[in-house]
């Protein structure tokens, strides 16, 4: 899938940003968080990081997935701060993109930012934080 992906999308416009290398002269957090969706396709791990570091830096996930299970899905309603786009419609990513309102945007948004605090690992654990949620799922 991320290699269709890279292959469709590489290059061939300036709005959608996929990268094999990152260029030298480009930050891999900073680009994360000038965007206002971040691409997260399902690869070969069995968690994907891109996922996290998406919600960290505030950028709304675009789960590129057929058959994912999402971290947490128990205990979080996804649909409410991401974008799901099934392989078969890598093509249409942009024009899917562009169809989300501004006003849903800000909304997912807004609820990436309210849930960036259970993604975080603190020493010492705090309430909610990423600890406090597997905790919480393992007991579901």
């Not at 169809?99 to 948004?109: C, K, N, S």
Request: charged share 25%; hydrophobic share 40%.
């Amino acid at each position: 899938m991320r290699t269709f992906l890279f292959n469709s999308w590489k290059e061939n416009d300036n709005e959608i940003q996929v990268y094999k290398h990152l260029p030298k002269n480009k930050s891999y957090s900073e680009s994360m968080a000038d965007s206002r969706f971040c691409l997260c396709p399902s690869g070969w791990e069995v968690a994907n990081p891109i996922i996290v570091e998406a919600i960290v830096v505030g950028c709304v996930p675009v789960i590129i997935s057929d058959y994912y299970v999402l971290p947490f899905s128990e205990v979080l309603d996804w649909s409410k701060f991401s974008v799901h786009v099934p392989s078969n419609k890598i093509l249409k990513i942009k024009r899917i993109l562009k169809a989300v309102p501004i006003r849903r945007y800000l909304e997912m948004q807004k609820r990436v930012r309210q849930l960036q605090r259970h993604f975080v690992i603190n020493r010492p654990t705090k309430p909610y934080d990423l600890l406090n949620v597997i905790f919480h799922s393992i007991w579901l």
